[in-house]
């Protein structure tokens, strides 16, 4: 056992040994029992407590609506398709096809760079 | 049957009031836990929530082959790595380097009084890594055995020891430079 094992084990034996290193290690073992200042809120308990037992919903009526609107849209679209016989046209984009390599080029160079950005972000590591 | 079995108990047949008990016995140790790894004071909440929510989906598997607070501290640690391998927050290994970065950190001239020392050991155990925090939090402020402290955070009790006295050893170097600049 070495010199500082000893008086470690000496300490939390409760005697502290005399000298510097006993010092030092009087005022570690001090700090380490200070409690942290990590503390939840007052109502933490009741929350979670509430929110563990609370009944799970049976359906769910988010979803339910977020469809029934998608849905409802979709219907009202094709209504109105159908009732102005609406035919699609690129109109005054119509130029753009005539380009059709360079804007897929365009949207793949976009994307490239999107992706290298999000991956560069993601090795940015945050150490601590 | 002890209190904690009792109160498990009570937990896994659905008593809010129990899950209510369980929760502020078990709060501080959870939030020493996560606090000790997760940095952010936002997330902790969030994740000690989700301890508390997983607690209680397992708490009729859990069987008492370990005390109590040594499983919640097992859930609660898996929680924050997870947070912080979701965060791709980097938990660096503890290398020799890193026993000289931490000596070398600034240290302020002027001599201390002992109740400004302690706030200062506090913010060196501050700079210590997730691991050494974990194990000497466990330890000093949890009570927890080595055997304890091995079976919540996955680590063999040989290295628990070894963290536990390396810890302490590195925090008493940096202690005796500033003891060293009162004399």
């Not at chain 1, 096809?97 to 940015?124: E, G, H, M, P, R």
């Not at chain 2, 020493?32 to 929510?53: A, K, P, T, W």
Request: hydrophobic share 45%; glycine share 4%; charged share 25%.
């Amino acid at each position: 056992m070495n010199e500082d094992e000893l008086i470690q084990q000496q300490i939390e034996n409760g005697n502290v040994p005399d000298g510097i290193d006993a010092d030092a290690y009087r005022l570690v073992f001090r700090a380490l029992k200070t409690n942290l200042k990590t503390e939840l809120p007052d109502d933490f308990a009741k929350r979670v407590s509430s929110l563990a037992l609370a009944p799970k919903k049976s359906f769910d009526w988010d979803k339910f609506y977020l469809f029934s609107g998608f849905l409802a849209l979709i219907v009202a679209l094709g209504y109105a398709v159908a009732a102005t016989e609406f035919a699609f046209s690129m109109g005054s984009f119509q130029f753009l096809s005539n380009y059709s390599y360079f804007v897929i080029f365009a949207i793949v160079v976009v994307a490239l760079l999107q992706w290298i950005d999000k991956k560069i972000l993601k090795t940015t590591n945050t150490q601590f | 049957m002890n209190d904690d079995q009792a109160l498990a108990s009570y937990v896994a047949q659905g008593n809010q009031h129990a899950f209510e008990l369980l929760i502020r016995k078990y709060q501080r140790l959870v939030a020493h836990m996560v606090g000790r790894i997760v940095n952010n004071s936002e997330d902790l909440e969030e994740i000690c929530q989700d301890v508390f929510l997983k607690v209680y989906e397992k708490i009729s598997e859990f069987n008492f082959q370990s005390k109590l607070s040594t499983w919640i501290a097992t859930i609660a640690y898996r929680h924050a790595i997870n947070h912080v391998r979701k965060k791709r927050i980097e938990v660096a290994d503890i290398d020799e380097k890193f026993a000289e970065r931490f000596m070398a950190d600034d240290s302020p001239a002027e001599a201390l009084e002992e109740n400004e020392m302690n706030s200062i050991v506090l913010s060196m155990i501050e700079k210590l890594p997730p691991q050494y925090k974990i194990v000497l939090t466990l330890y000093h402020l949890e009570d927890m055995n080595y055997a304890e402290i091995g079976e919540a955070t996955g680590m063999p009790e040989g290295t628990v020891k070894n963290y536990l006295f390396r810890a302490r050893q590195l925090l008493k170097e940096k202690v005796k430079t500033y003891l060293g600049k009162e004399v």
